[in-house]
């Protein structure tokens, strides 16, 4: 299968938006809801809730769209795509 640039830039775009858009968009609502819903923490601080999802930002999404972009550059250059395998602690022989 060979791909043009464009399609590939495109392609890379895309999948590199889709955890941007997970993290922006559904995450911190999610995390949120949770906290004040499920936790029952109603008069805690927003402050330190908002602080550690940006530490979570700025520090995790970066190397999450630095794995995913490596990953897509190797698969188009054939070198294959890396998915790790787990095998079974009781037969070692069978993967997962």
């Given amino acids: 299968m060979n791909l043009a640039e464009s399609e590939k830039n495109?392609?890379?775009k895309k999948l590199?938006?889709?955890?941007?858009?997970?993290v922006t968009v559904i995450d911190l609502p999610a995390l949120l809801f949770s906290y004040y819903v499920f936790a029952g923490i109603g008069n805690?601080?927003?402050v330190n809730i908002l602080l550690g999802y940006l530490i979570d930002l700025v520090l995790i999404l970066p190397v999450v769209?630095?794995?995913?972009?490596?990953?897509?550059?190797?698969?188009f250059e054939g070198k294959g795509f890396n998915v790790p395998q787990y095998?079974?602690?009781w037969c070692c022989s069978q993967p997962i």
């Fill in 10 to 12: 495109t392609i890379l």
């Fill in 87 to 89: 095998t079974c602690p």
């Fill in 16 to 22: 590199s938006l889709l955890p941007v858009i997970t």
């Fill in 44 to 46: 805690y601080p927003i």
């Fill in 65 to 75: 769209l630095f794995l995913i972009r490596t990953n897509v550059k190797k698969a």
